[in-house]
Structures are given as C-alpha cells and as structure tokens.
C-alpha cells in the first residue's frame, strides 16, 4: 500500500487510524480476463458508443473491485458482478453527465428499471442502459425468490430517493443536515448490487434474518465504511467538483471544522463503524441459532456476511487504484489536478 499511500492523499492517516484496512485484499486470479469480458460486454451492449463514453469505461475497473469481494467465486460469477459494478457507475456518471437533472427526470429513470423488475422484461424503447439492465437483471433472478425480488426492488427504490437527495443538495448548492449524511451516503452506493451479490454467490439470505435490525446493522456498518472511506479518498476531487454529498466537507461545514479537523472528524467515525462492523459480524451466529437456521441456511448467511466484511477494504484499495478517481497527475494532490466533469 507504500505506493498507493504516496499518491493518495488523506490515506495515510486513515490507514493510522484503522489498522483493519492495512495490507493488501486477496485478488481473484483470473480477475484481468474478467474485465476483458466486462468490456466486451459494455461495448456490444452499446454502453461505450463514443470516445467519451469508452474513456470512462475504461476508468471503471469494476472488476477489480469485484475480485477482492468474491475471490473465490466461479469465472462466470465475478464476470456477472463486475458487470454490475460497471452498470452502477455508469448509472452515476449519467447523473454527472447531465449536471442537474430534474426530478421528473430521475423518476422516468426509475420508473422504466422497476419497471423490468416488476415485468422480467425491458420496457419500450429501451436505451443502452435499460437493455444492459434488463440482461443483468434476467440472469441474476433466475433462480432468486420472490422475497428476494422485492428486497432488490425496496432497494433500487431508494437509490431512487438518494439519487433525489444527491441532485437536490447540486441544485441547490446547500448542504443537508449533518445527521441526514450516513442514511443517504448509504443507499446511494447503490445496495441492490449486493443483493444481487447474493445471487453471485450462488444463495440467498432466510427471509426471517433478512429483515432483522441484527442483519442489517451488519450491512449498514459495511456500507458506511466504505463510502466514508471513499469520501475521505476522494475527498479533493469531490471539493472541486462542489460535490455537497461528500461526508467530509458536510462536517466541515456544520462543525466549522478546519479541513484537516474534518477529514480527522470522519476517519473517527470510520474506526467506530469499523468496530461496529466486526461487532455485527460477531453476533451473528447465536442470531442463526436464536431463528434455528438449518446448517445450509447459516451457510449460506456467512457467505454474504464474509462478502460485506471485505467490502470496505476492497472499495478502499479499488478507489485508490482506479483510474475513476485518479488525478490527472499521480504526484500532486492539488484540486485543480483533478479532470473537470465531462
């Protein structure tokens, strides 16, 4: 991590802070052919139709952050996720592309992916992006139940919600309450991709733990890590940007924190979710003998926990490293380094 850390700033003392995002993530061995087959299928879904587009693609490196979650996962699988990190993101620089679409805007969006859940199939006049999801969305439910289904649609629906509030606080370049930032950072990392996770890894979570806050406090823990982490990486590009969604500059700006003071702020609360984190995990099993869970059942649960205990440190070491959040000049930090949004 000695190279990342020089070229990345804010990292080191986040590394000081929590000492369970040292080391380096195991990596899927095939993880490079992986993402060969995740271009191929981008540009014959029509996902890179212009230099731009194929640029941008290219800076994803989705399945590299596939690899560190699901080592240990079939070809085919970390293929499959990859995809949908790669869908996820380039959903993200939809919004981006667009500066400050309107609501009505974001619903039609919306609407026309729930609309592929709801129905198995894409909805009129599909674009680019609608087919793309509609092929992701048909391979990975297959097998999936209906409880299932509705936990991917409650969690598509609220990235509905967060895509609102992040579009809301660029419109009107005023920060949401401090206390509103861990919800919607949460949900706006896009969480159904882990329920398609689940399918990923060939399970699916007992409804009766699914809906248990002992479930998803170990979900939540996960995923406010690594999108705190990711505010804190990112932390320069988003201040020139005017990125108001950043958790940092959202302390700076409510606390009155001087920007060092503010970085320090969050990394504390990512050491105190990061114990929250291994606490959930902890609990776990006597939650599986409290629902008496079958040995299969608790099985399967502990594949998905394990995916979301390596989460944070994957999607540290992936932001790091893709080209996504690089600057333009890997020995400066300065903001103006940072590429203007396209």
Known sequence: MTALADARPHLRPLLQRVPALRGRCRMHPRVDAAGQQVLCWARQAGLADDPKA???????????????????SSD????????????????????????????????????????????????????????????????????????????????????????????????????????????????????????AGEAVLGTELPASLACLPAWSDLADAANDVAVWCNDVLTLDKDEHEADLSNYVLAAQHHLGLSPAAAISWVIDRIAARTTDLRRAARALPA????????????????????????????????????????????????????????
């Open 76 to 195: 085919d699988k970390l293929v499959q996720f990859s995809q949908w990190l790669t869908w996820v993101v380039l959903l993200d620089d939809h919004w981006d592309e667009r500066s400050c679409p309107t609501p009505q805007e974001i619903d039609h969006t919306y609407t026309r992916l729930l609309h592929v859940v709801d129905h198995d199939r894409e909805p009129a006049h599909a674009d680019p992006m609608e087919r793309a999801f509609t092929q992701l969305w048909q391979v990975t439910s297959a097998d999936m139940s209906p409880a299932w289904r509705g936990r991917f649609r409650a969690h598509l629906e609220l990235n509905r919600q967060s895509t609102h509030w992040e579009i809301r606080t660029r419109r009107t370049g005023q920060f949401s309450p401090l206390a509103d930032y861990p919800r919607h950072r949460r949900v706006a990392s896009a969480s159904f991709i882990f329920d």
């Open 54 to 72: 194929s640029r941008r693609l290219h800076a994803i490196d989705g399945h590299r952050m596939a690899g560190r979650v699901f080592t240990d």
């Open 287 to 342: 939650v599986y003998r409290r629902l008496d869970l079958s040995h299969g059942s608790a099985r399967a649960a502990s594949k998905v926990a394990c995916a979301y205990l390596a989460l944070p440190h994957a999607t540290l070491e992936w932001t790091c490293e893709a080209a996504r959040y690089r600057p333009l000049s890997s020995s400066t930090s300065q903001a103006g380094a940072w590429p203007a949004r396209e």
